[in-house]
T-cell receptor
Framework: QKEVEQNSGPLSVPEGAIASLNCTYSDRGSQSFFWYRQYSGKSPELIMSIYSNGDKEDGRFTAQLNKASQYVSLLIRDSQPSDSATYLCAVQGHTGGFKTIFGAGTRLFVKA | DAGVIQSPRHEVTEMGQEVTLRCKPISGHDYLFWYRQTMMRGLELLIYFNNNVPIDDSGMPEDRFSAKMPNASFSTLKIQPSEPRDSAVYFC???????????????FGSGTRLTVV
């Protein structure tokens, strides 16, 4: 079992729709959870962090965390073509000295 | 703030040659990470430092890889000898001091695209 699992996609949504990206993780002791966006040929960019169960909203982005289910999600409202990128879920475990493990990423396409 | 600075941006080398990648973290960040990204394996953590001390190098593929951090503003990742399977994008990232066991996430450099022929 991979430590951090994501559907590789591609996920295709029309402009203006809600894009829903999901991630599961295996380390129950994980404490910090992140979503990074990576455009093709560029480096990952941190867009959201979440530490407690529930929802965290930042503009058009909402991160959701359910530690009991070991599940993290990212919702992108009013999706724009500029949101087309690969979204990486990252989990920082309590074990292993706080190193962060990245999922393989979900490719999102927003159709104009 | 100039962000995390990596050099070179691109490196093409012949098999067997030594390759040195360089990284300057953000000032005040006390964690530095080296990652490798390939299509097949995604982002893999190679090694990370805290206050210039290597904490976990379990991701370093083999003895051909070595990393150093002689001071808070500079780190190197060296591959000697290089092999075609080392071709990848190598990212350096830094992170500020942790608060209460959580992290603020990383800032990545632009990466070095390494091609070994």
């Amino acid at each position: 079992q991979k430590e951090v699992e994501q559907n590789s996609g591609p996920l295709s949504v029309p402009e203006g729709a809600i894009a829903s990206l999901n991630c599961t993780y295996s380390d129950r002791g994980s404490q910090s959870f992140f979503w990074y966006r990576q455009y093709s040929g560029k480096s990952p960019e941190l867009i959201m962090s979440i530490y407690s169960n529930g929802d965290k909203e930042d503009g058009r982005f909402t991160a959701q965390l359910n530690k009991a289910s070991q599940y993290v999600s990212l919702l992108i409202r009013d999706s724009q073509p500029s949101d087309s990128a690969t979204y990486l879920c990252a989990v920082q475990g309590h074990t292993g000295g706080f190193k962060t493990i990245f999922g393989a990423g979900t490719r999102l396409f927003v159709k104009a | 703030d100039a962000g995390v600075i990596q050099s070179p941006r691109h490196e093409v080398t012949e098999m067997g040659q030594e390759v040195t990648l360089r990284c300057k973290p953000i000032s005040g960040h006390d964690y530095l990470f080296w990652y490798r990204q390939t299509m097949m394996r995604g982002l893999e953590l190679l090694i990370y430092f805290n206050n210039n001390v290597p904490i976990d190098d379990s991701g370093m593929p083999e003895d051909r890889f070595s990393a150093k951090m002689p001071n808070a503003s500079f780190s190197t990742l060296k591959i000697q000898p290089s092999e075609p399977r080392d071709s990848a994008v190598y990212f350096c990232a830094s992170s500020p001091p942790r608060k209460s066991g959580t992290s603020d996430g990383y800032t990545f450099g632009s990466g070095t695209r390494l091609t070994v022929v």
